[in-house]
């Protein structure tokens, strides 16, 4: 039985899972790519290094979120977020802007090892540029898959969960 | 270390992981959304019901598909397609198609619950009208990083499969 969530249990979602799918698109082709973010009601946080995606949101600033958990076929949670790309950019008045993203990201320890990691494609560096941005939430829906043996068991720890803490007693 | 992954590669990881993220668009709005799948070289073949996606995609058939694998923060793989929706009807001479996508998508046994689950939306059930597609595939290209430990690790179980056995050990 797939439900509706409520825009809290969106944001519930939002906060447990901090890896996302970001789609943009440009004339009508549309590129897709994971993102990490860090949420608060109305915006997503993110950071990146310059490159496509940045190139063809700063053109086009329409985006769409998916922010998942598929704990089974049949006991799922997917977000869809509508939202509209806002660069924060040292040169743009947005200095405050990048200061609350920085402490919202720096909550989440791994956020931005994916952006800063030295990237070798073929024998040639890409350079750096790092890019600060937040998504603006212009419209959010959430459906749930529960089955029956799951709904009984509301404390059970996620996937995420199981997750976590199998990450955290590997190192 | 991010490295660049081989067309073959990247087809291996279209047969582990039968779930991706579909982005389609409409007048520059993208809309992304969960899919899964069934992969041979140069097709993805899948199944849903009439809705948002498919009316799209009708409209503009210039998709992107993201399927990734992220272990750990330091150790994942990531694949984007840039593909053609193509709409696998018993009404448009595609039968053929049709058989061979319900041949390649049986092999997984849960590819169709999502898209053929009730769905309650409110007080209103969605009526479900079954559509068969495959993603021509135009281009493909495909990153890994891998984190030293785990490059040295090649045969230890993946998160994917870690999970697969956890699943099937609960049930």
């Known amino acids: 039985m797939i ?5 809290e249990d969106c944001l519930t979602l939002l906060y447990k899972v901090p890896t996302g799918r970001l789609a ?4 009508d082709q549309p590129y897709v790519v994971p993102i990490q973010f860090a949420a608060e009601p109305g ?10 995606k940045v190139e063809w949101m700063r053109q086009n600033p329409r985006v ?7 704990d089974h076929p049949e006991c799922w949670e997917s977000v ?10 040292p040169n743009n008045g ?5 200061d609350h993203a920085w402490s919202l990201l720096q909550s989440n320890a791994s956020w931005w090892e994916p952006g ?3 990237t070798r494609i073929g024998d ?3 350079p750096l540029v790092p890019v600060f941005f937040r998504i603006a939430i212009v419209e959010m829906t959430g459906r749930r898959c529960r089955g029956d043996e799951h709904a009984e068991q509301p404390t059970e720890p996620t996937f995420f969960e199981r997750m976590i803490r199998r990450i955290g007693s590997r190192t």
């Not at 439900?3 to 825009?7: I, L, R, V």
Request: glycine residues 8%; negative net charge; hydrophobic residues 30%.
């Open 124 to 126: 040639t560096d890409r």
């Open 24 to 27: 943009c698109a440009l004339h």
């Open 80 to 89: 869809i977020i509508t939202g509209l790309y806002e660069e924060i950019s």
């Open 64 to 70: 769409s979120v998916l922010v998942d958990r598929i």
């Open 43 to 52: 915006h997503l946080y993110s950071f990146t290094t310059l490159g496509q």
């Open 94 to 98: 947005y200095e405050g802007q990048r």
């Open 116 to 118: 800063s990691q030295q």
């Open 3 to 7: 439900t509706q969530m409520s825009g």
